[in-house]
């Protein structure tokens, strides 16, 4: 098949999107992790629980036996949920994502790029697949935006997980990142520049063609130009549209917990913020903690507290 390049007239010729490609994998998550261990189960359950069907899991520790420890359950090959590679290498996450694309990207059909510290957030019991399958065959790539939680004063991550006791938001999209839920295939179809900062996982406008990709929002809208504006006009005014902004979150958001307790802020700095960490400085957190945390937003930890409710179900005597 023929598409147009963004002049109108370049032509490149791209496969189809009915190839008879046969994926191990329809929907899978490609992660980094740096001092997880405490979060990873949960963050693993969760999006096994909204229908993705595998984990290319990248541990960033100095030692990886923690989080190996873990995963284990996921790993064994009677779940076969999550592969595990060790990175030994500080901050590197483009590299980590580069082996994805070069040992494993043809094992799986769609894939999203995701960090330990966000859940993708769709509809209340709907899956990945039901998400999809709105769009169009021609669709390449869907952006999602954050939407950033706050620490909701907790000193330290209590126990109980991420999802039922963090609920403090700001309330809508403010921040102009996305994260790319992707065909796999067009990683290969239009290889990664040497280009930087080249950042895939939050945008593909550094990939060699991207002009031949397909890029929308969750809402089906085109997001071809949205990073392209030196002073970010394009995205904020994107953003500032309020029913369009609140449609965003209703249909498909990503729940950002950058602040997991005011002990994660110490963390993030001991961790290492080398790499393409490097921006995460003290001050970079400090400056949104009053409005991430000026809204109530329970929708995932509602959501959370029903699934796991269902334990209940297993009682032999009734309540």
Same mark, same amino acid.
């Given at each position: 098949?023929l598409r147009?390049?963004?002049?109108?007239k370049?032509?490149?010729?791209?496969k189809?999107?009915n190839? $008879?490609? /046969?994926?191990?994998f329809s929907f899978?998550?490609?992660?980094? @992790?740096?001092?997880e261990?405490? %979060?990873?189960?949960?963050?693993i359950?969760?999006?096994?629980?909204? +229908?993705?069907d595998?984990?290319y899991?990248y541990? *960033?520790d100095?030692?990886?036996?923690?989080?190996y420890?873990?995963?284990l359950?996921?790993?064994h090959p009677?779940?076969n949920f999550? !592969?595990f590679?060790?990175?030994?290498f500080?901050?590197?996450?483009l590299?980590?994502?580069?082996h994805f694309?070069?040992?494993?990207?043809?094992?799986?059909?769609?894939?999203?790029?995701?960090?330990?510290?966000?859940?993708?957030?769709?509809?209340? %019991?709907?899956?990945? &697949?039901d998400?999809v399958n709105?769009?169009?065959?021609d669709?390449?790539?869907?952006?999602?935006?954050?939407?950033? %939680?706050g620490d909701?004063?907790?000193?330290?991550?209590?126990s +109980?997980?991420?999802?039922?006791?963090?609920?403090?938001?700001? +309330?809508r999209?403010s921040?102009? /990142?996305?994260?790319t839920?992707s065909? @796999?295939?067009?990683f290969?179809?239009y290889?990664?520049t040497t280009?930087?900062?080249n950042h895939?996982?939050?945008?593909?406008?550094?990939?060699r063609?991207?002009?031949?990709? *397909?890029?929308?929002?969750?809402?089906g809208?085109? /997001?071809?130009?949205?990073?392209?504006s030196?002073?970010?006009?394009v @995205?904020?005014?994107y953003l500032s $549209?309020y029913?369009?902004?609140?449609?965003?979150?209703?249909?498909?958001?990503? *729940?950002?917990?950058?602040?997991?307790?005011?002990?994660?802020?110490?963390?993030?700095?001991?961790r290492? !913020?080398l790499g393409? %960490?490097?921006?995460?400085?003290?001050?970079?957190? $400090?400056?949104?903690e009053? /409005?991430w945390?000026?809204?109530?937003?329970? &929708?995932? @930890?509602?959501?959370?507290a029903e699934?796991?409710?269902?334990?209940?179900n297993?009682?032999?005597?009734?309540?």
């Amino acid at each position: 098949m023929l598409r147009r390049g963004l002049d109108g007239k370049t032509l490149c010729l791209i496969k189809s999107r009915n190839d $008879n490609i /046969m994926n191990k994998f329809s929907f899978s998550i490609v992660a980094c @992790a740096r001092w997880e261990d405490e %979060f990873i189960v949960e963050w693993i359950n969760y999006h096994q629980f909204i +229908g993705f069907d595998h984990i290319y899991l990248y541990c *960033n520790d100095d030692d990886p036996s923690g989080l190996y420890e873990k995963v284990l359950p996921f790993i064994h090959p009677s779940n076969n949920f999550v !592969t595990f590679h060790h990175f030994m290498f500080q901050g590197q996450q483009l590299e980590m994502y580069k082996h994805f694309i070069n040992n494993h990207v043809e094992e799986t059909k769609w894939i999203i790029f995701l960090d330990i510290d966000e859940f993708l957030r769709l509809p209340k %019991f709907e899956k990945i &697949f039901d998400f999809v399958n709105r769009f169009s065959d021609d669709v390449d790539s869907i952006y999602i935006h954050w939407l950033l %939680f706050g620490d909701n004063g907790y000193d330290v991550p209590p126990s +109980g997980g991420v999802l039922r006791n963090f609920t403090r938001t700001e +309330g809508r999209i403010s921040n102009m /990142m996305t994260k790319t839920l992707s065909r @796999a295939r067009i990683f290969k179809d239009y290889s990664v520049t040497t280009r930087y900062p080249n950042h895939i996982w939050h945008y593909l406008n550094s990939l060699r063609g991207y002009e031949f990709i *397909n890029v929308v929002d969750v809402l089906g809208s085109s /997001m071809r130009y949205y990073y392209f504006s030196d002073d970010d006009a394009v @995205a904020k005014n994107y953003l500032s $549209n309020y029913d369009y902004n609140k449609k965003l979150v209703q249909t498909c958001c990503i *729940n950002h917990y950058i602040r997991r307790s005011k002990r994660n802020l110490r963390d993030r700095q001991l961790r290492g !913020t080398l790499g393409d %960490f490097k921006n995460q400085t003290t001050t970079t957190y $400090n400056l949104g903690e009053e /409005m991430w945390n000026s809204h109530e937003d329970s &929708f995932l @930890a509602e959501l959370w507290a029903e699934y796991i409710k269902q334990s209940y179900n297993t009682s032999i005597v009734p309540m």
